[in-house]
């Protein structure tokens, strides 16, 4: 399996590709709710023109939460810290479509913003914030309409406990 260095992306392979291997990894990646005004940030994939929450692969020498901040500034543009774990997901275990060869676990965190402005990428583009009732059509591979009410969930009430898989 290929795996993520400076700049450049991991792919899994799906279970169905001819390139997947018979022995199975665990590989970690995160994602982040970053919530302005009750209103959740998102950003539409170039892949399949679909929004999802920023998020991506956990770098080897980066923890989870360098990792989610480090997403979220190069996805959307906006600088944000990590507030708090809101899931735990086993993503096989879950509605994500394709399924994936091997286990991918997303971890879930809120964020503050702290600054930036939208920007797009090389993987993104557009950047926004959306209401609960107003998502726009998700990426089924990446976010869950679930993945979202957790989120927002979490944000309105601390004491909920994180979900974890």
Same mark, same amino acid.
């Given at each position: 399996?290929?795996?993520?260095?400076?700049?450049?992306?991991?792919?899994?392979?799906?279970?169905?590709?001819?390139?997947? +291997?018979?022995?199975?990894?665990?590989?970690?990646? =995160? %994602?982040?709710?970053?919530?302005?005004?009750?209103?959740?940030?998102?950003? +539409?994939?170039?892949?399949?023109?679909?929004?999802?929450?920023?998020?991506?692969?956990?770098?080897?020498?980066?923890?989870? +939460?360098?990792?989610?901040?480090?997403?979220?500034?190069?996805?959307?543009?906006?600088? =944000?810290?990590?507030?708090?774990?809101?899931?735990?997901?086993?993503?096989?275990?879950?509605?994500?479509?394709?399924?994936?060869?091997?286990? %991918?676990?997303?971890?879930?965190?809120?964020?503050?913003? =702290?600054?930036?402005?939208?920007?797009?990428?090389?993987?993104?583009?557009?950047?926004?914030?959306?209401?609960?009732?107003?998502?726009?059509?998700?990426?089924?591979? +990446?976010?869950?309409?679930?993945?979202?009410?957790?989120?927002?969930?979490?944000?309105?009430?601390?004491?909920?406990?994180?979900?974890?898989?």
């Amino acid at each position: 399996m290929a795996k993520r260095t400076q700049g450049a992306r991991t792919t899994l392979p799906r279970a169905d590709s001819p390139l997947a +291997r018979r022995d199975s990894h665990h590989h970690p990646g =995160v %994602c982040l709710a970053p919530i302005r005004h009750l209103r959740l940030n998102g950003y +539409r994939e170039t892949a399949d023109g679909k929004w999802t929450l920023p998020g991506g692969w956990i770098d080897e020498t980066a923890s989870p +939460r360098q990792a989610a901040e480090r997403e979220v500034r190069e996805e959307s543009g906006y600088e =944000v810290k990590v507030t708090r774990l809101v899931a735990i997901k086993a993503r096989n275990r879950r509605a994500y479509q394709p399924k994936m060869l091997g286990e %991918c676990y997303k971890l879930f965190f809120l964020a503050s913003l =702290v600054g930036g402005a939208p920007a797009t990428s090389i993987e993104t583009s557009g950047v926004a914030f959306f209401a609960l009732d107003e998502l726009p059509l998700l990426s089924p591979g +990446r976010t869950l309409e679930e993945d979202i009410r957790e989120a927002y969930a979490a944000h309105l009430d601390a004491s909920i406990a994180p979900i974890i898989d």
